[in-house]
């Protein structure tokens, strides 16, 4: 019963570097959805991705790509890091054809820009 | 733009009391709401779902309401326990946007 898997848990950079955070679902959701997550600010939709080979931005894309690698797989990433960006990213999948089933979420990478 | 509060932001109470969480949306036009526990340092766990044509959900000493009209949903826990403590969250998706807005967060406490 894995659901959600991200990864790395825990990530620290300098300014200007690059890198991709990894979510994997192996429910066969259709969609899946990344959020950053700031202390008093709830979680905000970076991009999502409502079907394998789509993706939309949210409330918050700039500074951010994604790829929605196939079905199970879809990626975060940042190219050029800011401090600004240091936040708890979480990954989450859902089948919203269905009302009455929640998003699952993963435990959330930890990034901190220095 | 949907935005959604939850009131009170913290709350503190002595275990064995009743209590209710509140939260409020500006767009009635939603698909469901979710409530959400969030335990620190970990990811969201879903307590409670409630489709747009549902006035209530229930799951053990968690009770949800929705009343679409007036923009509000409150979280009822029974009997709480030190177990509880964590921060608790409001989601609405719109089947429009494809997208679920949150709110804040209320963190609870519960005093052994």
Known sequence: NAGVTQTPKFQVLKTGQSMTLQCAQDMNHNSMYWY??????????????????????????????????NKREFSLRLESAAPSQTSVYFCASSDPSRSNQPQHFGDGTRLSIL | KQEVTQIPAALSVPEGENLVLNCSFTDS????????????????????????????????????????????????????????????????????????????????????
């Open chain 2, 29 to 112: 036009a939603i698909y469901n709401l979710q409530w959400f526990r969030q335990d620190p340092g970990k990811g969201l766990t879903s307590l409670l779902l409630i489709q747009s044509s549902q006035r209530e959900q229930t799951s053990g000493r968690l009770n949800a309401s929705l009343d679409k009209s007036s923009g509000r949903s409150t979280l009822y826990i029974a009997a709480s326990q030190p177990g509880d403590s964590a921060t608790y969250l409001c989601a609405v998706f719109r089947a429009s946007a494809r997208q679920l807005t949150f709110g804040s967060g209320t963190q609870l406490t519960v005093l052994p």
């Open chain 1, 36 to 69: 950053r997550q700031d202390p008093g600010m709830g979680l905000r939709l970076i991009y999502y991705s409502a079907s394998e080979g789509t993706t939309d931005k949210g409330e918050v894309p700039n500074g951010y790509n994604v790829s929605r690698l």
